[in-house]
């Protein structure tokens, strides 16, 4: 029942929950989301690269402001 086409809605938390329309899942009850959505903002981000530039700058400011509260 794997469907490829870009209208197939799959569960994030249960991958072979899948149905042709959104809704919502039968085991957990999420949203279902489209295929291809999985990964939707790593493509954006390296789509453009300043966007993964600031990204990473944001992700190692974070990282130094923790360990500097911690020690």
């Known amino acids: 029942m794997a469907q490829t086409d870009a209208s197939a809605y799959y ?3 249960h991958a072979d929950v899948r149905q042709a329309a959104p809704g919502q899942c039968s085991k ?3 949203d279902l989301v489209p ?3 999985r990964f939707g ?4 981000m390296l ?3 300043w966007h993964l530039a600031l990204m990473l700058a944001a992700m190692l400011a974070l990282m130094a402001a923790a360990m500097k ?3």
């Open 11 to 13: 569960c994030p938390m």
């Open 28 to 30: 957990c009850g999420m």
């Open 35 to 37: 295929e291809g959505a």
């Open 41 to 44: 903002l790593l493509r954006h």
């Open 47 to 49: 789509g453009k690269p």
């Open 69 to 71: 509260i911690l020690h």
